[in-house]
């Protein structure tokens, strides 16, 4: 099993800023393609950011420009760096991990962190 706990979310001003942590522990060999997604009240969980094993990176539009995704293979760490925040950002922002278990079986598995909350307000 893998446990992905997300840290970092908080209250902020609009214009301000958050580093999203999620860190992995737990049964893993490898993490493939990580990612950020987030969910606001009444609105369906939305891409926000995700990042391959190889670093490359792709964003929802409404990140582009603002948000940063990176990792750290070594610590099983996935951050998300959000610039210029706005009050249409305020969501559950969560993270997912497609986990590679083991060197004898290439198959990954799709883990879900708790969740953290963001809130964009002055």
């Known amino acids: 099993q893998v446990q992905l706990v997300e840290s970092g979310g908080g209250l902020v001003q609009p214009g301000g800023s958050l580093r999203l942590s999620c860190a992995a522990s737990?049964?893993?060999?490898?993490?493939?393609?990580a990612g950020w997604y987030r969910q606001a009240p009444g609105k369906q969980r939305e891409l926000v950011a995700r990042?391959?094993?190889?670093?490359?990176?792709n964003y929802a539009d409404s990140a582009k420009g603002r948000f940063t995704i990176s990792r750290d293979n070594a610590k099983n760490t996935v951050y998300l760096q959000m610039d210029s925040l706005k009050p249409e950002d305020t969501a559950v922002y969560y993270c997912?991990?497609?986990?590679?278990?083991?060197?004898?079986?290439?198959?990954?598995?799709?883990?879900w962190g708790q969740g953290t909350q963001v809130t964009v307000s002055s």
């Open positions: 997912n991990a497609d986990v590679r278990h083991n060197s004898g079986s290439p198959t990954v598995y799709r883990y």
């Open positions: 990042i391959t094993s190889g670093a490359s990176t």
């Open positions: 737990g049964s893993i060999f490898s993490i493939n393609v």
